[in-house]
C-alpha cells in the first residue's frame, strides 16, 4: 500500500561565525514556533515569513559543556541542539527506514551555513547520520531475536557530473562510475562499493575514511569540496525468518554543494555557459522541484526532467517517488547573507509542496532460498520412499545424497555470504583503524602540519609529521624521507623541513611558493607553533609544533578565513581600509561594502589559482582583482557600492579585459576541466590545443570601461553656459584623463544663448522648451594610449531619460585627441522630474578603451526620438506620456497622476496670481513715492537688475565648480600604504596645504557673491529710491 506525504521541511539558523561577528552583523532571522521570518536589512520595516514542518533555532541561547557539546544554556531553553535536530528528523528517518520505506534526507543552503554540521557534525556534537546509524544498531540489537539484520554502507560524491566511490580507491580516475537503470531499481551507481556495517563506530570510520578520500579528491581535481554532492545510502535489510518476509529500504542521505553556485553563474551571459556541468546537478534538482511542486498545485507539467542531471537521476525516488523525504534548510543569520538566506527560503517553500508516494518494500523471504528448500524436502522424501522399499539402488542413492548436500550448501551459503561479507569488511576496518590510532600516537610524539580547507568538514585531515632530520616535501614520494602532497603549483621538490635540536624550519627550493603567516618566503625559516603556511598557488596548512609547546587553545581559529584574510591584508585589502575610503567605522559597516571584502577574500584564492593553471598550460595571460567604485557610474556621484572585476592582461601584446565576479567563477570552473584533462590527465602532450572559442582562458576582444567624469546639470536649470575640465577617475580612483566639455544653453536652432537669456528662478523653465549642447571638446592625458600606443578612446554618455547610450566617435593612438563632437538635446516641454534631475544629477561621461581588434561602441537609435528638423535628441519624455496617461485615464496611476497634475497647475496659478499681487503693490508703493512711471521703464529696471543678478550667479557657479573639483581631490587624497613617519608628515603638510587652498577659495566665492549681491540690491534702492 502507498501513502501520499508531501516532503518535510525544516529550517535551522545556525550561530555568527567569526567573521560575521567581527563585521558587527545583525541577527535578520527570527522564529516564532513553525513560522520564520526573515529582515531585509536595507528596508527594515519589509520582512517576509514562512512556515516550515520543523523550524530550528540553534543561533543563540547556548554554551558549551564540559564534553564540549553545544546545548541549551538552560533547560528548556529554546536553542535547538543536535539531539533536538535527531529528535525531531532522524527518529523519523530510522522509524520509517525500519518499517521498510526508502527514507531520504537533504541538506540545502549557502557555503558555511551549516548543511555538514547538521548532517555529519564536528567533533562531539555529532551530526544526523552518525547518530542515525548509532541508533539503528541498538535497534537491532535489542531486537535480534525476531529478526536477521544487514546493514550496508556505501558514501559517493558527485563533483563536476562525475560519480567518485569515496570507499574505493578504483574509481577515481577515468570518469567515475556510471549511473545505470534498472527497471526494478530505478537509478543506480554500477559498482559502487557496499560495505556490510555491523555497528556505529565501524560506520564513523567509514565517513572519516570517506572525508579522507573526498580531501584527496579536492587537491587532485584541485576543486572545491563544497562544490560537491556528498551521499551516503545505508541499505537495511531485515529478515524475518518466521514470518518469511524481508523488508528493505534504502537511506539516502545527502549534503548538497553550497546553493550559491547555482546562482553564481549562468545568471550571466557568457559565451561559455555550456560548460557549466559543476552546477547542473544543483540547478537540475531546482527545475525537478519546481516541477514537481507546480504539478502540485495542480498544473500540468509535461517533463520532469529527472534524467538531466546525476544528482536528479539518484534522488528520483526521493522526489515525488517511493521515498518518505526530509529536507533541512540551513541558513546564516547575518543581515550581509540576506539575497542567499532568501533564496533558501523560497527553495524550501517549494520543496514542501511536493507529494510521494512511499511503500512498504516488504516481500517474501527470496525465491531462490524458497525453491532450493522446496527441493530439498522432495529429495528428502525420495529418499526416504527409497530406504522403505528397500529397494537399495546404490547408485541412485549417492547420487541423491550429492544433490542434497550440494543444495544444502548452497542454503547456507547465501546465509553465510552476508556474515563472510562482514567479517571481511571487519578486518579491513581493523586496518585502518590501526592507521588512524597509529596517527594519533604520531601526534602525541612529533610536530607536524596539518591541512586547513575551505570546507571545514575536511580540514585537518590530513597530517605529515616533521620528525628529526631533513623532510622534502613536494610531490615526489620517491624517497622514505619524502612528505609527498598534491596541489596547483607545487614542485616535485618544493620545500624542505628541518627538525634539529628541538626546532622546526622550511627552506623553499628556488623557484617555489612558500608564505609564512602572510608573508612570501626564500630562505630558511624558524617555525611557531600555529603558524600559517601556504605552500604553492594554495594548499594551507598549519604547522602544529612540538607536544610541549601547545596549550589547550583552540585551533579551530585558524579556519581556511584567517588565511585569506591574512594574505589580503599583505596585499593591503583589509576591511578597514575599505571602510576608511567610506569613512565608516568597521561596526557600522555597510553589509554590501563587508560582502565585498569577503568575495575579495573568496576570489583571491581562486585568482592565484587561475595565475597558476594559466601558467602551467602557457595560456599567457594573468588574472588580478580589482575592487570597482561604482559611483563611477551614480549620477549622483554617491559613493556607496562597490563591486569586484577581474582584470585579465595578456602577458604579450598587453590586451585587457573586465570579467565579472559571476563570470570569472564560471570561467574556473571550465579551467579547472581543461587544466584536469591537459595535465593533471596527462593528455597535454597529444592533445590539439583547445579551438580558441571553447577556450575559458580567451575572450574576443570587447571596448573597457576605463572610468567616468561628471559633468555636473545645475547650471542648464539657470541657462547658464558651462565650461569645464573634469577628471575622469579609474574605478580604483586613479586619473584616466581630464576631459574638456562644455553644456550650452541654445536656441533651437542651435545658436549659444545669451546673458539675458539666464534665469534666476528655474521653476520658470516648467513646460517650457529648452534646447541645449552637450560638446566634447578634447581629451588630455589618456593613461590608456600612454600605456601602448596601438589604442584608442571613445566617450559615452546617456542623458536623463534618453532611451540609449550614445558615443563619441572613437580617436586613435593619441594622448591628447580633439574630439570636437557636438549633441543636441531638447525638452520640448520641461517637466518637474527633468528640472530636479538638473538640479541635483550630473551627467555620467564614460571613458571607453579600444584596442586593437575590438570594434568600436556604436549609438544605436531605437526608441530615440529627434526634432523634426532631425538635428535635436529630444528628451523628457514623461511630459509627453503624462500627458497621454492622463487621457488614456482609468487607471490608478493615471488618476493620481491627474489629481497632482491639477495640484501643480494650481499652485501655478497661485504664484502666478501672487506675484501679480506684489508686482501690483510694488506699483503703488512707487508710485505713493516717485508719482507715476511708465510700466515699460520698470520693466526695463526689473530685466537689468535680473541680467546683473544672473551674470553675479554665473561666476558663482563657475566658482564652485571648481571648489567641487577640489573637494573630490581632496577626498581622494590618501596617504601610501608604505609611508613611513617621512612619508606621513609630507602627507599631511600636502593635505594641510589642500585644506588651506579648499577653504579659501570657497570662502573668495561666497564672498563675491555676497559682495555682487549687496551691489545689485544698493543699486536698485538708490534707483527705485524707496528708502532713500
Ligand atoms: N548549528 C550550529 N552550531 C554551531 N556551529 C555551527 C552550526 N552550524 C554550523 N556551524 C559552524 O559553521 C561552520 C560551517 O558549517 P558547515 O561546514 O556545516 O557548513 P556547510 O553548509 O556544510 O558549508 P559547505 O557548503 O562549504 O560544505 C562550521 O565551522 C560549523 O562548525
Ligand atoms: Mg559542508
Not at 526620438?865 to 506620456?881: G, L, N, R
Request: proline residues 3%; aromatic residues 6%; charged residues 25%.
Amino acid at each position: 500500500m502507498s501513502s501520499k506525504d508531501c516532503v518535510k521541511v525544516a529550517v535551522r539558523v545556525r550561530p555568527f561565525n567569526k567573521r560575521e561577528r567581527d563585521a558587527g552583523s545583525r541577527c535578520i532571522i527570527s522564529m516564532t514556533s513553525n513560522n520564520i521570518s526573515i529582515q531585509d536589512p536595507r528596508n527594515q520595516p519589509n520582512s517576509r515569513t514562512f512556515t516550515f514542518d520543523y523550524a530550528y533555532w540553534s543561533h543563540s541561547g547556548f554554551t558549551r559543556n564540559k564534553d564540549g557539546l553545544f546545548v541549551p544554556e538552560e533547560t528548556g531553553g529554546r536553542y535547538a541542539d543536535q539531539a533536538n535536530v535527531f529528535q525531531g528528523l532522524g527518529q523519523g528517518i530510522l522509524d520509517n527506514a525500519l518499517q521498510g520505506y526508502n527514507a531520504t534526507l537533504l541538506a540545502y543552503g549557502q557555503t558555511g551555513s551549516g548543511k555538514s554540521y547538521s548532517m555529519v557534525g564536528y567533533g562531539p556534537n555529532k551530526g544526523l547520520i552518525p547518530t542515525l546509524c548509532e541508533r539503528l544498531f541498538q535497534f537491532f540489537r535489542s531486537t535480534q531475536d525476531s529478526r536477521q539484520c544487514q546493514v550496508f554502507f556505501s558514501m559517493l560524491e558527485i563533483y563536476n557530473e562525475q560519480v567518485i566511490d569515496l570507499l574505493s580507491k578504483a574509481s577515481r580516475s577515468s570518469g567515475g562510475l556510471r549511473v545505470r537503470e534498472d527497471q526494478q531499481r530505478g537509478f543506480y551507481v554500477e559498482g559502487l562499493r557496499r560495505v556490510p556495517c555491523d555497528n556505529a563506530v565501524q560506520v564513523e570510520q567509514l565517513m572519516e575514511q570517506g572525508t579522507r578520500t573526498r580531501t584527496t579528491v579536492a587537491t587532485h581535481m584541485n576543486a572545491n569540496s563544497s562544490r560537491s554532492h556528498m551521499l551516503i545510502i545505508v541499505q537495511l535489510k531485515q529478515i524475518f525468518s518466521k514470518e518469511c518476509i524481508t523488508k528493505q529500504s534504502n537511506i539516502n542521505l545527502v549534503d548538497l554543494a553550497g546553493s550559491e553556485r547555482q546562482r553564481s553563474s549562468g545568471s550571466e551571459a557568457d559565451r561559455l555557459k555550456e560548460g557549466t556541468a559543476i552546477n547542473l546537478s544543483l540547478t537540475t534538482l531546482g527545475n525537478v522541484i519546481s516541477a514537481l511542486a507546480d504539478m502540485a498545485l495542480g498544473k500540468k507539467v509535461v517533463h520532469i526532467p529527472y534524467r538531466d542531471s546525476i544528482l536528479t537521476k539518484l534522488l528520483q525516488s526521493a522526489l515525488g517517488g517511493n521515498s518518505r523525504t526530509v529536507m533541512i534548510a540551513t541558513l546564516s543569520p547575518a543581515d550581509i547573507c540576506y539575497e542567499e538566506s532568501l533564496s533558501t527560503l523560497r527553495y524550501a517553500e517549494r520543496a514542501k509542496r511536493i507529494q510521494n508516494r512511499a511503500v512498504v518494500n516488504e516481500s517474501p523471504t527470496e525465491r531462490l532460498v524458497k525453491e532450493l528448500k522446496a527441493e530439498n524436502a522432495k529429495l528428502l522424501l525420495r529418499l526416504s520412499r527409497l530406504g522403505q522399499e528397500g529397494r537399495r539402488s546404490d547408485d541412485e542413492t549417492k547420487e541423491l545424497r550429492r544433490l542434497l548436500t550440494h543444495n544444502e550448501l548452497q542454503i547456507r551459503a547465501i546465509q553465510t555470504l552476508w556474515e563472510q561479507h562482514l567479517q571481511e569488511a571487519l578486518k579491513d576496518w581493523e586496518t585502518q583503524y590501526a592507521t588512524i590510532t597509529q596517527e594519533r600516537r604520531m601526534m602525541q610524539m612529533h610536530p607536524y602540519i596539518m591541512n586547513v580547507n575551505e570546507d571545514a568538514q575536511l580540514s585537518g585531515v590530513v597530517k605529515l609529521f616533521i620528525q628529526d632530520g631533513d623532510w622534502d616535501i613536494g610531490l615526489a614520494d620517491n624517497s622514505p624521507r619524502a612528505l609527498s602532497i598534491r596541489g596547483l603549483g607545487i614542485q616535485d621538490k618544493h620545500a624542505v623541513f628541518s627538525n634539529h635540536q628541538r626546532k622546526v624550519s622550511i627552506t623553499p627550493v628556488s623557484g617555489s611558493k612558500v608564505i609564512v603567516n602572510g608573508m612570501s618566503v626564500s630562505k630558511i625559516t624558524e617555525l611557531q607553533h600555529l603558524d600559517r603556511l601556504v605552500l604553492g598557488s594554495n594548499s594551507t596548512y598549519l604547522f602544529i609544533g612540538f607536544p610541549s609547546e601547545r596549550s589547550v587553545e583552540d585551533w579551530s581559529r585558524y579556519d581556511y578565513d584567517y588565511f585569506q584574510s591574512e594574505l589580503a591584508a599583505a596585499e593591503g585589502i583589509h576591511i578597514q581600509s575599505l571602510c576608511d575610503d567610506q569613512g565608516q567605522k568597521p561596526n557600522q559597516t555597510d553589509p554590501s561594502l563587508l560582502a565585498v571584502f569577503y568575495d575579495y577574500i573568496k576570489l583571491m584564492p581562486m585568482v592565484t589559482e587561475a595565475n597558476q593553471m594559466s601558467k602551467e598550460l602557457k595560456k599567457g595571460v594573468e588574472f588580478k582583482l580589482e575592487i570597482k567604485n561604482l559611483a563611477m557610474s551614480d549620477s549622483k556621484g554617491h559613493d556607496l557600492e562597490k563591486e569586484i572585476a577581474v582584470r585579465v592582461t595578456s602577458v604579450e601584446s598587453k590586451q585587457v579585459w573586465m570579467w565579472s565576479k559571476a563570470k570569472f567563477v564560471n570561467r574556473k570552473f571550465l579551467m579547472e576541466e581543461v587544466y584536469q584533462q591537459e595535465v593533471v590527465g596527462g593528455e597535454g602532450a597529444d592533445r590539439a590545443p583547445l579551438p580558441r572559442d571553447r577556450d575559458p582562458f580567451w575572450d574576443p576582444l570587447e571596448p573597457l570601461h576605463l572610468g567616468s567624469a561628471h559633468l555636473w546639470l545645475q547650471s542648464l536649470a539657470f541657462r547658464i553656459p558651462l565650461e569645464e575640465q573634469v577628471e575622469v577617475v579609474g574605478p580604483e580612483g586613479t586619473e584616466e584623463a581630464i576631459l574638456q566639455a562644455q553644456l550650452v544653453p541654445c536656441s533651437p536652432m542651435g545658436l549659444p544663448l545669451g546673458e539675458d537669456d539666464i534665469l534666476i528662478d528655474p521653476s520658470e523653465l516648467l513646460g517650457k522648451r529648452l534646447d541645449f549642447q552637450l560638446v566634447l571638446d578634447q581629451c588630455c592625458g589618456l593613461r590608456w594610449v600612454k600605456e601602448a600606443r596601438n589604442r584608442g578612446v571613445q566617450i559615452g554618455f546617456q542623458m536623463f531619460d534618453c532611451p540609449q547610450p550614445l558615443y563619441s566617435p572613437a580617436v586613435w593612438h593619441n594622448v591628447n585627441p580633439l574630439l570636437d563632437h557636438r549633441v543636441q538635446f531638447t525638452a520640448l516641454r520641461t517637466s518637474q522630474e527633468l528640472l530636479n534631475y538638473l538640479q541635483s544629477n550630473a551627467l555620467v561621461l564614460e571613458l571607453w578603451g579600444l584596442q586593437e581588434g575590438c570594434s568600436e561602441l556604436v549609438s544605436f537609435m531605437d526608441g530615440v526620438k529627434m526634432t523634426q528638423e532631425e538635428e535635436s535628441i529630444i528628451i523628457d519624455k514623461i511630459s509627453a506620456s503624462e500627458n497621454l496617461a492622463v487621457e488614456t485615464g482609468g487607471s490608478h496611476l493615471s488618476s493620481s497622476l491627474r489629481a497632482l497634475h491639477q495640484d501643480l497647475e494650481q499652485l501655478r496659478n497661485a504664484n502666478a496670481a501672487l506675484r501679480k499681487e506684489n508686482s501690483a503693490l510694488r506699483d503703488q508703493l512707487h508710485s505713493a513715492k516717485n508719482g507715476v512711471e511708465n510700466n515699460r521703464g520698470r520693466h526695463d529696471r526689473r530685466g537689468s537688475c535680473d541680467a546683473e543678478f544672473a551674470k553675479a550667479l554665473k561666476v558663482f557657479y563657475h566658482g564652485m565648480t571648481s571648489v567641487r573639483g577640489q573637494l573630490q581631490r581632496l577626498r581622494r587624497h590618501k596617504p601610501s600604504e608604505e609611508a613611513d613617519l617621512l612619508g606621513l608628515r609630507l602627507f599631511v603638510d600636502e593635505h594641510a596645504y589642500l585644506l588651506k587652498d579648499f577653504a579659501e577659495h570657497l570662502e573668495q566665492c561666497v564672498t563675491t557673491l555676497k559682495q555682487d549681491v549687496a551691489a545689485i540690491v544698493r543699486r536698485k534702492r538708490e534707483k527705485s529710491g524707496i528708502w532713500s
